[in-house]
């Protein structure tokens, strides 16, 4: 309850009812005031020998008692006057520019610091009759936009929720849209914020509107914008094909300028809040269920009430905005993904444990994949090179004639026996240490097979080849650069000195019979 300054009028019809006998509460209720203030003038009332029922004096009396009472809420009391030494320091710690802090909290630092002992009231009541809480000028231009112009969106946490499908608790987020116009809202709920969820909620809010506005304000989220840019940002990929598919263009907003979409800043909040409620009500439900509920709140519930600046509840004006919607297309967009990938030196692609093969002109350089339905494209400068069907049961798919014509050869079941007569070159024990790499799935492990002999071709002169290839066998080492800790580890073979087999001289049994029997 807000802080009202008491009156004399106000004093008065407290103490009747005190008189005619009201509880604490009661009074309290009727006189629109705090309990605790209530209970306080009534310590006063009795201890100047008043009570419920008591023999009245006369009106000259009681005003003359009441007005004795009243300076203990006056403004300019003593407890307020004490503060005057503390105005400048009170008024930097709520107006600072960088950690400014809100009147309780610098009530409780003053109180603190400074051993003050006047209520919060006084001084919430001092700092306002002073001023001190003026900010520099920082003001907001509401901004109404017509039918059909805006939509903005953002994104936040809400809370956490356990998942059937991943047994354990997931974090939240409420993707909040809402119509800058009419002020109807969208909220669904989800797991995740990556590029196809966003552009999954994103036709999920065009459909429930029935249409789309001229364009879309949203926050700088990695899931829609890649580089913030006041004149020329970056939209992701797969969010930019989605609203270029819908024919609405994407505004992002400044970098830190939460006002420039503040109707939907508002309305996190509240999605929070909905999520909390329904999650209490509901806490077997999946979050299917819940954005079913959240889209009946946002027509039945938010829709319906009267809406604090327009006057008109949302889903009124919502269906005059609808008439000024872009319709939307035919059938629904089939959200692709995209993923910015490097050649790698055997011309393959890695994208979601697959490899793709490009010709070897683009090894080293960046290309864009996309990915839809069951099939890859793969684009450079904005050029498609290949496209392929994902493979099901091999982890690549190439074509032949990207390949010079000697490595053709290994494609067709080559590179592992290529490998494995290579590792021959450096002995038999290096050809064991490949082939054990090399099994039981050669390809998927012939890139790191292909590490190892060229950590051995740099160490193939060294002293004690053949014993650290002995012991990386007997450890399993299969990563080159554990193996070349094991060449470089100088302390460790000093060691291998002392474990020089014996010869078969050496281990004759040197002493006679006669040692043990005479």
């Keep these: 309850m807000g802080y009202r300054r008491m009156t004399l009028e106000d004093l008065k019809s407290i103490f009747l009812r005190f008189h005619s006998n009201q509880n604490i509460s009661r009074i309290a209720v009727n006189e629109s005031r705090d309990r605790k203030t209530v209970r306080e003038y009534i310590k006063l009332f009795i201890k100047n020998g008043y009570s419920p029922g008591s023999?009245?004096?006369?009106?000259?009396?009681?005003?003359?008692?009441?007005?004795?009472?009243?300076?203990?809420?006056?403004?300019?009391?003593?407890?307020?006057?004490d503060l005057n030494d503390l105005k400048e320091y009170i008024s930097g710690l709520i107006t600072d520019k960088k950690e400014a802090v809100k009147i309780k909290t610098a009530y409780e630092i003053i109180k603190t610091q400074h051993c003050w002992?006047?209520?919060?009231?006084?001084?919430?009541?001092?700092?306002?009759?002073?001023?001190?809480?003026?900010?520099?000028?920082?003001?907001?231009?509401?901004?109404?936009?017509?039918?059909?112009?805006?939509?903005?969106?953002d994104y936040g946490k809400v809370g956490t929720h356990?998942?059937?499908?991943?047994?354990?608790?997931?974090?939240?987020?409420?993707?909040?849209?809402?119509?800058?116009?009419?002020?109807?809202?969208?909220?669904?709920?989800t797991y995740t914020q990556n590029e196809e969820e966003f552009s999954s909620s994103a036709i999920n809010m065009f459909e429930f509107y029935e249409g789309v506005t001229e364009y879309i304000s949203l926050d700088n989220l990695k899931s829609g914008v890649i580089k913030a840019d006041l004149y020329d940002p970056k939209i992701n990929k797969s969010?930019?094909?989605?609203?270029?598919?819908?024919?609405?263009?994407?505004?992002?907003?400044?970098v830190a300028s939460p006002k420039d979409k503040g109707k939907v800043e508002r309305l996190v909040p509240?999605?929070?809040?909905?999520?909390?409620?329904?999650?209490?009500?509901?806490?077997?439900?999946?979050?299917?269920?819940?954005?079913?509920?959240?889209?009946?709140?946002?027509?039945?519930?938010?829709?319906?009430?009267?809406?604090?600046?327009?006057?008109?509840?949302?889903?009124?004006?919502?269906?005059?905005?609808?008439?000024?919607?872009?319709?939307?297309?035919?059938?629904?967009?089939?959200?692709?993904?995209?993923?910015?990938?490097?050649?790698?030196?055997?011309?393959?692609?890695?994208?979601?444990?697959?490899?793709?093969?490009?010709?070897?002109?683009?090894?080293g350089k960046e290309v864009w994949v996309k990915k839809s339905g069951d099939m890859v494209y793969i684009y450079f400068d904005y050029e498609l090179l290949r496209s392929y069907i994902i493979p099901i049961s091999s982890h690549r798919a190439y074509?032949?004639?990207?390949?010079?014509?000697?490595?053709?050869e290994m494609l067709?079941?080559?590179?592992?026996?290529?490998?494995?007569?290579?590792?021959?070159?450096?002995?038999?024990?290096?050809?064991?240490?490949?082939?054990?790499?090399?099994?039981?799935?050669?390809?998927?492990?012939a890139r790191r097979a292909a590490g190892i002999l060229t950590i051995i071709e740099e160490y193939k002169n060294h002293p004690y080849f053949e014993k650290v290839i002995d012991t990386a066998v007997y450890r399993r080492i299969t990563l080159p650069k554990e193996l070349k800790i094991l060449f470089s580890d100088e302390l460790y073979q000093k060691r291998f000195d002392f474990y020089e087999e014996s010869s078969d001289a050496q281990k004759e049994m040197v002493r006679t019979a006669s040692y043990y029997f005479d």
């Design 117 to 153: 002992e006047g209520s919060y009231e006084t001084f919430k009541l001092y700092v306002r009759k002073n001023n001190l809480a003026k900010r520099a000028a920082n003001t907001t231009i509401r901004i109404e936009l017509p039918p059909g112009l805006e939509t903005q969106i």
């Design 239 to 254: 969010f930019g094909e989605t609203a270029e598919y819908y024919g609405v263009f994407v505004n992002p907003c400044r």
């Design 399 to 408: 074509l032949k004639e990207d390949f010079p014509e000697v490595v053709r």
């Design 270 to 363: 509240q999605a929070r809040e909905l999520f909390r409620k329904l999650k209490i009500l509901y806490p077997n439900e999946n979050l299917a269920f819940y954005n079913k509920e959240a889209k009946k709140w946002s027509k039945e519930e938010y829709g319906m009430k009267e809406h604090g600046t327009t006057g008109i509840p949302p889903y009124s004006s919502y269906l005059e905005e609808k008439k000024s919607l872009k319709p939307l297309p035919e059938e629904r967009f089939e959200i692709c993904k995209w993923k910015k990938a490097k050649v790698h030196i055997d011309q393959f692609v890695n994208f979601e444990k697959k490899y793709y093969s490009l010709p070897v002109k683009y090894v």
């Design 162 to 189: 356990y998942s059937q499908k991943d047994k354990r608790n997931r974090v939240v987020n409420a993707y909040c849209g809402i119509l800058s116009s009419s002020r109807l809202p969208f909220i669904e709920f």
């Design 55 to 81: 023999v009245l004096k006369s009106d000259e009396e009681i005003y003359a008692f009441l007005k004795s009472l009243l300076p203990i809420t006056r403004k300019d009391s003593p407890k307020s006057k």
């Design 412 to 445: 067709d079941g080559g590179y592992p026996k290529y490998l494995l007569s290579k590792a021959k070159n450096y002995g038999e024990k290096t050809h064991i240490y490949i082939e054990g790499i090399l099994s039981p799935h050669a390809y998927l492990n």
